[in-house]
């Protein structure tokens, strides 16, 4: 197997859009911490 020469990090966004992905994650996050705490019981979709 022939390794790579190059590796590319894309940490601030700039080669690959993840605006999306980056907010869905952020809703799916808070709705897993709010699942099953007192008082929220019913949370609006969406959430965020």
Same mark, same amino acid.
């Given at each position: 197997?022939?390794?790579? &020469?190059?590796?590319?990090?894309?940490?601030? %966004?700039?080669?690959?859009?993840? #605006?999306?992905?980056?907010?869905?994650?952020?809703? &799916?996050?808070?709705?897993?911490?709010?699942? %099953?705490?007192?008082?929220?019981? #019913?949370?609006?979709?969406?959430?965020?």
């Amino acid at each position: 197997m022939k390794l790579p &020469k190059l590796i590319v990090f894309d940490m601030d %966004g700039v080669l690959i859009d993840v #605006s999306g992905s980056y907010r869905e994650t952020v809703r &799916k996050a808070a709705r897993l911490f709010f699942a %099953g705490a007192k008082g929220f019981e #019913s949370l609006p979709d969406p959430l965020l």
